[in-house]
């Protein structure tokens, strides 16, 4: 009974050691190790984007920047609710939005600080203002986290870039059912709908393309192999097993008792 026993842990033991090779991160970085960062990517402008548009000045000026902040009215859907209408431009499919006294202006492409650096210089070339101050938020960017997250939703963008492990800090990290080494991301980009896996155990993951989210991408936590045998295994499986180590944990307790009385028993 003891050998079995033995056996018994040893077994759980190597699982446990399955286990932590499946869950860590960068397994591969070692310590002191320096990487090389690349440009970080900041979000750019896309058709279908909402963007938030305000113009200020001195007070000299106050009157001056009244045309520029009234923004046309859209409506964002917000899944089976009704839509809610905010007050944004809406960049077309063709990449532009129309702005007070400039009409169109093509901005797909641009970060927000482009776009920023470009009004307020048109600005001043043509004369409107003396020293304008500009600001541009994005009013729809977001993320949705999906699978084998510990709370899958859809998350805003609230500054200029966002890592894929930022949008699963935000999500509150991976369950231990999800697979590391080939997560799912889905973007949408040029009219084409591209997916892509990338290795969250693997040091590589920096440089991926993918590391840098865009609005709109879904990041899809695919299950490993236990998530996928539990879904298919009896529901009497689970308590069953958890009865068998009970009753081989007592198995054992009754053994070594008999072991000890004995040897005590010669002893005297």
């Known amino acids: 009974m003891n050998r079995i026993f033995t056996l018994f842990v040893m077994a759980l033991m190597f699982v446990g050691c399955s286990t932590y090779q499946e869950v860590v991160y960068l397994q591969d970085i070692t310590d002191g190790e320096v990487q090389t960062m690349g440009k970080v990517k900041e979000i750019t402008i896309q058709p279908s984007d909402i963007l938030s548009i305000s113009v200020n000045a001195a007070e000299s000026e106050k009157e001056l920047v009244q045309p520029f902040n009234i923004m046309p009215v859209t409506n964002i859907a917000q899944g089976a609710v009704a839509s809610t209408p ?160 009970i009753l081989a944990t007592i198995a054992s307790v009754i053994t070594t008792s008999i072991y000890y009385t004995r040897m005590a028993s010669r002893i005297k």
């Open 86 to 245: 905010i007050h944004g431009y809406v960049v077309d499919n063709e990449g532009c939005i129309t702005f007070p006294t400039f009409g169109k202006i093509y901005v797909a492409g641009m970060t927000r600080n482009d776009l920023i650096d470009f009004l307020s210089k048109k600005l001043i070339d043509e004369g409107q203002l003396t020293r304008p101050i500009v600001a541009v938020s994005f009013l729809n960017m977001k993320v949705n986290v999906l699978g084998e997250v510990a709370r899958p939703g859809s998350y805003a963008i609230t500054s200029n870039k966002m890592t894929l492990l930022d949008a699963l800090g935000m999500a509150g990290d991976l369950t231990i059912f999800g697979r590391r080494d080939k997560v799912l991301i889905i973007r949408e980009e040029d009219g084409k709908r591209i997916n892509a896996y990338v290795n969250l155990k693997s040091k590589n993951l920096f440089e991926s393309p993918y590391f840098y989210l865009k609005q709109n991408d879904v990041v899809y936590v695919m299950p490993n192999k236990r998530r996928a045998d539990q879904s298919t295994v009896s529901p009497w499986i689970t308590p069953i097993m958890s009865g068998v180590g």
